[in-house]
């Protein structure tokens, strides 16, 4: 959710525009800011990238790719960087960069984590255990673990706006990368006059670099095609898709069964007795069409309860945790 006042954060169309501003400003925040919207556009892509070349039931997403993009991004930085990296991806959230809110999402998911469930945070997992040894080796070990949370978070994020906007939007699954980004380019135009001013500057800049290099190519067609699309899809079952996705990351963290998901899953959605809750085969198959798919060689036991462990942070994601 975006801040009253949100900084404004400059779009930037290369690195060396960014690190001539960062230069001028004397502050590095925007060298950070302009990585974590890389690494961000690094992992939409790749999962609108495996849409489109894998039909529904040969996806497999959430398997880490946000991670490994991380330390592609960030690998360079030292444990002491770390704290600078933490504090930038804040004021990040507070920034009018259409990237933002998702970074503010992914932040608000580790706080209700650090609050309900097992602490995620550095702050939080020293609370937690304060007898432990803080030596410097469990410290980075800690915090190295708090990012790599966070890419899990950011995965299922992605993961959830790729498959819905696949879902209102099929054309968007086109054959190449580049293709995929003109029809999106459509897409966002229909909505241009609704775009902030970081928007607004982005979609100008690429849609001119977009334009001229495929300038009397048919491929440019497909920005229009996309601006007047009237051909909308939508999720058959969009309650069930968008809490097995927003809850995978937890699943994994505290493998849960498909049992445990299935019956958490009835307690919020509005027909709890249908397919695919009706029982613990129909979910497995369910969300394997999603792309989310377990250890074969692992095997978990169900909550005797069915509040298996990060219950409480599932029902806080949806505002449903009893008082």
Request: one cysteine or more; aromatic letters at 10%; a positive charge.
């Amino acid at each position: 959710m975006k801040t009253e006042n949100p900084e404004h954060l400059p779009a930037f169309t290369s690195w060396e525009e960014c690190l001539a501003y960062s230069k001028a400003k004397q502050d590095a925040f925007f060298i950070i800011a302009f990585q974590i919207e890389a690494w961000m556009g690094d992992v939409s892509c790749y999962t609108l990238k495996h849409y489109s070349e894998h039909k529904s039931g040969k996806r497999q997403l959430q398997t880490g790719v946000a991670w490994e993009s991380w330390l592609r991004m960030f690998g360079w930085a030292k444990p002491d960087e770390w704290p600078f990296i933490l504090t930038s991806l804040t004021r990040f959230s507070k920034c009018d960069a259409p990237e933002s809110e998702h970074i503010a999402h992914m932040l608000a998911l580790v706080a209700l984590e650090d609050v309900h469930g097992e602490p995620v945070s550095l702050t939080a997992q020293m609370t937690s255990e304060p007898a432990i040894a803080r030596t410097p080796e469990v410290l980075i070990r800690k915090m190295r673990y708090l990012f790599q949370r966070m890419s899990e978070w950011m995965e299922a994020i992605l993961h959830w706006q790729t498959h819905l906007s696949v879902a209102l939007a099929p054309e968007l699954l086109q054959p190449s990368h580049e293709q995929r980004e003109l029809y999106q380019l459509g897409l966002i135009q229909r909505n241009f006059g609704n775009l902030d001013r970081n928007g607004k500057a982005w979609w100008q800049f690429r849609h001119g670099e977009m334009a001229s290099k495929f300038s009397a190519r048919p491929e440019l067609r497909l920005i229009g095609q996309a601006q007047a699309n009237e051909k909308w899809g939508a999720l058959e079952r969009p309650q069930i898709d968008e809490l097995t996705i927003h809850w995978w990351p937890l699943l994994k963290r505290h493998s849960w069964t498909d049992r445990d998901m299935r019956l958490l899953i009835q307690r919020v959605v509005d027909h709890p007795k249908n397919y695919p809750l009706n029982e613990d085969k129909a979910f497995a198959d369910y969300r394997k069409v999603l792309g989310l798919k377990k250890n074969k060689a692992k095997r978990d036991k169900s909550s005797l309860d069915g509040k298996p462990t990060g219950w409480k942070v599932a029902l806080a994601m949806v505002n449903r945790l009893p008082v």
